[in-house]
């Protein structure tokens, strides 16, 4: 190409002269070409001028070369050059160096020709309707251009995508694609397309996503593989985050169970490769996604159950006490387990029942804390195992309870084999590292959280703090170490500990009001702390001052005045001599003023930078909230009101006792007005049953009534009409002429089977003369003769079968109306019985009656039985004539099957002689052609009979030299 020798060849007079001139030429071409070739190879230029001359070919051909996608769509070739070049003049991936001051306009660049490309919102359209060609020069950097339209303008871009139709649908099917470069750089442009855009990730998600994303996360190996997996994972995580439609679809799908192969790691010695770790890395933030504290409390629960019950938190749990596990991988591990079992009470029993692959075997949460108030573990880790610990203690009361008795004296081992939680709280309570301290401070803390039992149960924990001394309650401890300050020596932040321990002595106090008389026994702890709050100190010390003042506000708010010395009002005239209530009310506003409490309030999980910002924990900025409102208000209220608010109180409690005594009783009068209810329903079912048994009963009676009535008009009739036996038998419908007719029946079909009987053995006569003309016959003319004959005499034994089996036929109609008959004289035989029973209560005639009638009900039952079991004997011979007459059709069959044998061997032998007539043919063919060429050769040849009594006696001996005749010529 002449017109690319000024650009390639990089000359450097007027280049940009040329470089515009030749790109205006290809532009030309391109608008004006007639040949299909010449705007192919005008846009393959301009592709390969396009990534060095970005702004030029931009300005110059996108016009262009979208007229091209729009006009040219049925030549493949040409359609990529154009997406490839439209690719090249957008994306900012493979920008190359730029001269001087031109660095942020080149980075402008994709965003404003992306700009002017969507302007025109039918060119995404478009765009989407190319992706649907399968042509992978078509369809790959249409996938390409697409994405980086979307990482340049992405909300305008999904605006529109969103709009058009099955906009969405085109795209997903790219996951299906069997080429796995599109198909990957299909995940790319999803990942793109769903980023912060909630209705298109509904659309994606309903649009079979899940399956399709975990069907190739499977394919490519689950965590051991490679970038896919990742690529797919981030697009879940879109899918998913602040996504509660998604999520619950996600775990209604059972989709959650296909999530538990992933964590099968295998053996230790197996590898960690950085895509691994990666992978795995980004599964357990899946999970995270899943059960989010900020998720709605419904929706995690139900996550939470179903990780329990297909086993994925049991494989969680192994990996988490496995050895060989990176450190990110196990703290990551930790936190997605703290947040399944958070607040779940199944998960949180499970959890405690886990040991850890130790000799002896130890239960998880020892094995956790003893990382946490180890020093030399990593920040992040000991962070993950606070986090574990607050999660596992989460609106788990059990738990709490198991927790607090470890420390109590009942309940500590006596041998000192088995270390347990509460000791290695108490140990990092009170060891020389500020973190430790802190930490321990806060898990204990949250044991004792809204549970007032433990509260108490706690005060009664005693620690022996050196030889000879007594020991000291862990309340007295607590607030001796906080009164020693800076006087220990320790390691980490100066204030830590201290934070620490007061955030602990604030959450075991508030609601507690044993737990404050057991504070204020101590005389020392109130002028400590009326001290703290008094005293100037620098911005270091203002948090510990405003922690001091609500330790000091609990002391008063939930003081019930047990101690006279310490009374609420005693207190308040301190606060008010010592510090002011307006210096004290200053000072309890630095905690929540402080910077990093606002950053603590926002999430359940300790997640800090570094161990300076420890500082606050989640749950106790809550208590904060709750408390610092009432205490101002009660540093402020008088002796008299506070009078009236506790008489108010009692008057209230009053009034709640006798709201619940009405409660009980209520409730006790609802459970009997459902039993009353229910007694009602029953009665009312027992009521309806007898009605229907009561109106059966009537109708039953009326029913007997209309018989009886009956059986006295017949009764009458009786009295009235006293005959002879001959009129009440045809009264009962019984004649002798019908007896006669019976045996006439019977007669005749006697006279019918003898006449089948006879022909039958003519039959078997006739089958028994074609058996043995069969076997006479041997050639084949006497065998086509007997075979006629045979055919002819089948016909005849057919049309004589089908006349039998007619007279068999209408014979079993006989037999049935006989037995029918027979039955209608049973039925009125016993009709007449019954008659003459009931009639036979009245007269002494009736009775001489029906002792006649049973005479000759004997007499016509003894001719019945007879009648029975002559149609017994004709239903049995008619069976053997059956069975006869099947035998002589199976022996027809044999025959007609020999009969047609013979005539197959006949047409075969037809056949052979056809044969022979044809081989003989061409033989006197090759014979006169052979006398044709010895004619031809001069040789004398033998006339025709001489020659043909030659042949014959030729055919008795074999030719020694067959090939004689031959040589002889």
Known sequence: MNFLRGVMGGQSAGPQHTE?????????????????????????????????????????????????????????????????????????????????????????????????????????????????????????????????????????????????????????????????????????????????????????????????????????????????????????????????????????????????????????????????????????????????????????????????????????????????????????????????????????????????????????????????????????????????????????????GEIVSTLLPSTIDATGNSVSAGQLLCGGLFSTDSLSNWCAAVALAHALQENATQKEQLLRVQLATSIGNPPVSLLQQCTNILSQGDKIDRRGSKIQTRVGLLMLLCTWLSNCPIAVTHFLHNSANVPFLTGQIAENLGEEEQLVQGLCALLLGISIYFNDNSLE??????????????????????????????????????????????????????????????????????????????????????????????????????????????????????????????????????????????????LKIQLGKDNQHQGSYSEGAQMNGIQPEEISRLREEIEELKQNRELLQSQLTEKDSVIENLKSSQTSGTNEQSSAIASARDFEEIAELKQELATLKSQLNSQSVEITKLQTEKQELLQKTEAFAKSAEVQGESETVIATKTTDVEGRLSALLQETKELKNEIKALSEERTAIKEQLDSSNSTIAILQTEKDKLELEITDSKKEQDDLLVLLADQDQKILSLKNKLKDLGHPVEEEDELESGDQEDEDDESEDPGKDLDHI
């Open 565 to 710: 010395s310490y009374m609420k009002e005693k207190l308040k005239q301190l606060i008010e001599k010592r510090i002011g209530k307006e210096n004290f009310i200053e000072k309890l506003g630095f905690i929540s003023k402080h910077e990093l409490y606002s950053r603590a309030s926002q999430k359940p999980q300790p997640n800090f930078p570094s161990p300076e910002y420890m500082i606050f924990d989640h749950e106790f900025t809550k208590l904060v909230k709750e408390l610092e409102g009432v205490i101002t208000k009660a540093i402020y209220k008088s002796s008299e009101e506070d009078k009236k608010e506790e008489e108010v109180k009692k008057t209230l409690e009053q009034h709640d006792n006798i709201v619940t005594h009405y409660k009980n009783m209520i409730r006790e009068q609802d459970l009997q007005l459902e039993e009353l209810r229910q007694e009602v329903s029953t009665l009312k079912c027992q009521n309806e049953q007898l009605q229907t048994a009561v109106t059966q009963q009537v109708s039953q009676i009326q029913q007997h009534k209309d018989q009886y009535n009956l």
């Open 20 to 400: 515009a001139e030749t790109i205006q030429k290809l532009c030309d071409r391109v608008a004006s070409s007639t040949l299909l070739d010449d705007r192919r190879n005008a846009v393959r230029a301009l592709k390969s001028l396009s990534k060095k001359y970005r702004l030029e070919v931009g300005i110059q051909a996108m016009d262009h070369l979208i007229r091209v996608l729009q006009t040219d769509r049925s030549d493949s070739e040409i359609i990529g050059y154009a997406l490839d070049t439209l690719y090249n003049i957008i994306s900012n991936d493979e920008e190359e160096e730029v001269e001087e001051n031109s660095t942020r306009q080149s980075e402008d660049l994709g965003s404003q020709f992306t700009e002017i490309f969507i302007k025109q919102q039918e060119n995404v359209t478009l765009l989407l309707s190319l992706l649907e060609e399968f042509d992978f020069h078509v369809r790959w950097p249409g996938v390409k251009l697409l994405t980086s339209l979307l990482k340049q303008l992405g909300p305008q871009v999904q605006q529109i995508i969103l709009v058009s139709p099955m906009g969405v649908s085109r795209l997903m099917d790219l996951l299906a694609d069997s080429r796995e470069v599109i198909r990957n750089d299909g995940v790319l442009l999803l990942q793109a397309l769903t980023r912060s855009n909630g209705a298109i990730q509904k659309i994606v998600a309903f649009e079979n996503a899940f399956e399709r994303l975990l069907d190739i996360i499977t394919e490519e190996g689950n965590s051991d593989g490679g970038i896919v997996v990742e690529d797919c994972l981030l697009l879940l995580q879109n899918l998913l985050k602040n996504n509660n439609s998604n999520q619950n679809f996600f775990k209604e799908g059972s989709y959650i169970q296909r999530m538990k192969p992933w964590f099968e790691v295998g053996d230790e010695n197996s590898g960690w490769s950085a895509q691994k770790v990666t992978n795995l890395h980004l599964m357990l933030q899946l999970i995270r996604v899943l059960v989010s504290p900020t998720n709605p409390p419904g929706a995690t629960s139900s996550c939470q159950k179903a990780m329990f019950q297909c086993g994925l938190l049991q494989q969680l749990c192994t990996i988490l006490m496995a050895t060989g596990v990176p450190a990110d991988i196990l703290t990551e591990t930790i936190n997605t387990v703290s947040e399944v079992i958070r607040g779940c009470q199944v998960n949180q029993d499970y959890f405690a029942s886990v040991n850890a692959p130790s000799n002896p075997p130890r239960p998880a949460i020892v094995v956790l804390l003893m990382s946490m108030v180890n020093e030399r573990q990593p920040f992040v880790l000991r962070c993950a195992v606070l986090y574990c610990f607050q999660c596992f203690l989460y609106k788990n009361q059990k738990g709490q």
